[in-house]
């Protein structure tokens, strides 16, 4: 069947508008347009020398806890100086018609709560919670803590950002729960994710073994295309208000 003009294939408008169940799973690229850089894009300005892989590691803590608390702190800044873009918008717009909706999302920067989508799974936690370094409970600094990284206010030991860092396991449960989501699905969206990073690029081959659709929203080819029913290639502020615009008008 042709597309519409907006190039949403006629049969992709149809599959979402009887869908009862689908699953999101977003990567750095749905924050691009809102001008938070994405992971493999070059670190720009002031921490252009940094690789986040040397710097969101529990050794890159344990090593030197102020650059690391720093780096977050200077991210942090980009994220509370961006705003959900019309990519996050047709998201939670997206939830609102459809009867069981889950957004599993790589991303920290909370952007997707801030455009209105409720039932979000947070893979890697969220660069604006802190939680103590020891004991895992999340909880902000003190008012008059002027440490850098501040102290827990229960034990004494360093607060660090509640964010998966490279090499350490993504809680148990908010990891079943999105495969949990992914299978029990009859649409699955991978969208802005370079599909690189385990367990998160598993989640899209989980639908596919239970005979689901996937649609990937990327500018670029990755590793999940060949396998994806429809691959638009566009940027997810364009691609999606068009898909969710298809579907409800
Ligand atoms: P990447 O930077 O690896 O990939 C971003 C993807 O978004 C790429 O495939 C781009 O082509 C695509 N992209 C760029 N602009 C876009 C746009 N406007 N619309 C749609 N797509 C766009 O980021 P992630 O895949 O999110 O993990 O990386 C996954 C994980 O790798 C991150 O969560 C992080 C990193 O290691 C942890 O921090 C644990």
């Known amino acids: 069947m042709g597309a519409p003009a907006d190039g949403i294939p006629a049969s992709l408008v149809e599959t979402l508008r009887h869908a009862q169940s689908v699953a999101v799973l977003t990567g750095s690229g749905i924050s691009a347009e809102s ?10 300005g002031l921490w252009a020398r940094y ?12 090593r030197d806890p102020r650059l690391v608390w720093e780096w977050y702190a200077w991210r942090r800044g980009l994220v509370e100086g961006a705003a959900p873009n019309s990519g996050h918008e047709a998201l939670a717009e997206l939830e609102r018609h459809v009867p ?5 999302t790589q991303n920290v920067d909370g952007l997707h709560q801030r455009a ?63 495969f949990e989501a992914a299978r029990s699905c009859d649409l699955f969206l991978s969208i802005g994710t370079s599909s690189l990073v385990q367990p998160a690029a598993s ?44 579907v409800y008008g």
Not at 36 to 42: E, G, K, L, Q, S
Not at 55 to 61: C, M
Not at 203 to 231: K, M, Q, S
């Open 116 to 178: 209105g989508s409720q039932r979000v799974i947070e893979l890697h936690g969220n660069i604006m919670r802190s939680k103590c370094s020891l004991e895992a409970v999340i909880l902000e600094p003190g008012e008059d803590d002027t440490d850098v990284p501040p102290s827990c206010p229960r034990c004494g030991a360093s607060l660090r950002p509640d964010v998966v860092w490279f090499g350490e396991m993504l809680p148990q449960e908010t990891l079943e729960a999105a």
């Open 51 to 62: 690789d986040p892989m040397d710097l969101a590691t529990p050794e890159a803590f344990a």
């Open 100 to 104: 069981e909706f889950v957004l599993i």
């Open 203 to 246: 989640l899209p081959f989980e639908a596919l073994h239970g005979r689901v659709a996937v649609v990937e929203v990327n500018p670029d080819e990755t590793p999940l295309t060949p396998h994806a029913e429809y691959a638009l290639r566009g940027r997810a502020g364009e691609v999606l208000p068009a898909l969710v615009g298809a």
């Open 35 to 44: 001008g938070v850089p994405t992971f493999r894009n070059a670190q720009t």
